[in-house]
T-cell receptor, first 115, second 117 residues
Framework: AQKVTQAQTEISVVEKEDVTLDCVYE???????LFWYKQPPSGELVFLIR??????QNEISGRYSWNFQKSTSSFNFTITASQVVDSAVYFC????????????FGAGTILRVKS | EAGVAQSPRYKIIEKRQSVAFWCNPI?????LYWYQQILGQGPKLLIQ????????DSQLPKDRFSAERLKGVDSTLKIQPAKLEDSAVYLC???????????????FGPGTRLTVL
């Protein structure tokens, strides 16, 4: 069965600190895709990254980086030198190829960055 | 490029009333999704359309919820009659294809916040 767990309900950091958001997933498929979305107070979900199950290379995009480890079924997200504008709810999501493009989301992690 | 449009942004109704939400996807996107996001939870897929056909409606409460996408473009989601537990944000998303690995990235609209009193 598909399942995504984000154990951290809420994280508070001070600006310029690094922060890591955890994501653990469950799937029986060998071909699947993992995503991170950001939901700012305006409510719109903003796509950040998609990673397929055959690509375990870590990725860096500016202050954002992602660590995908199939051995631990984790897809963690790190923000380096956090900024107040990073304050939002962050969702990890999973889709299995055999289920089309259906996204299963975790419960989300609220990130509060204080100045 | 215009994003996914939704209206209204906010709606307050009393239980047992009916309500409808509208979504206009990104031009050219064949796949359209409706999600329900209850406060404090992640979005949950209600229904997925490929053009004007339903791909997945396994989590749609069909006794009260209905959705249509008649011409393969705009879509309407209806609740009749509404219950207190339907209070949530209803998100519409679209993607170029319905395949996660092939241009399947989903783009989300701003959502409609429904409050049922």
């Amino acid at each position: 069965a598909q399942k995504v767990t984000q154990a951290q309900t809420e994280i508070s950091v001070v600006e310029k600190e690094d922060v890591t958001l955890d994501c653990v997933y469950e799937t029986r498929d060998t071909t699947y895709y993992l995503f991170w979305y950001k939901q700012p107070p305006s409510g719109e979900l903003v796509f950040l990254i998609r990673r397929n199950s055959f690509d375990e290379q870590n990725e860096i995009s500016g202050r954002y980086s992602w660590n995908f480890q199939k051995s631990t079924s984790s897809f963690n997200f790190t923000i380096t030198a956090s900024q107040v504008v990073d304050s939002a709810v962050y969702f990890c999501a999973l889709s299995e190829e055999r289920r089309g493009n259906k996204l299963v989301f975790g419960a989300g992690t609220i990130l509060r960055v204080k100045s | 490029e215009a994003g996914v449009a939704q209206s209204p942004r906010y709606k307050i109704i009393e239980k047992r009333q009916s309500v409808a939400f509208w979504c206009n996807p990104i031009s050219g996107h064949a796949t359209l999704y409706w999600y329900q996001q209850i406060l404090g939870q992640g979005p949950k897929l209600l229904i997925q359309f490929q053009n004007n056909g339903v791909v997945d409606d396994s989590q749609l409460p069909k006794d009260r919820f209905s959705a249509e996408r008649l011409k393969g473009v705009d879509s309407t989601l209806k609740i009749q009659p509404a219950k207190l537990e339907d209070s949530a944000v209803y998100l519409c998303a679209s993607s170029l294809t319905g395949l996660a690995g092939v241009s399947g990235e989903q783009f989300f609209g701003p959502g409609t916040r429904l409050t049922v009193l």
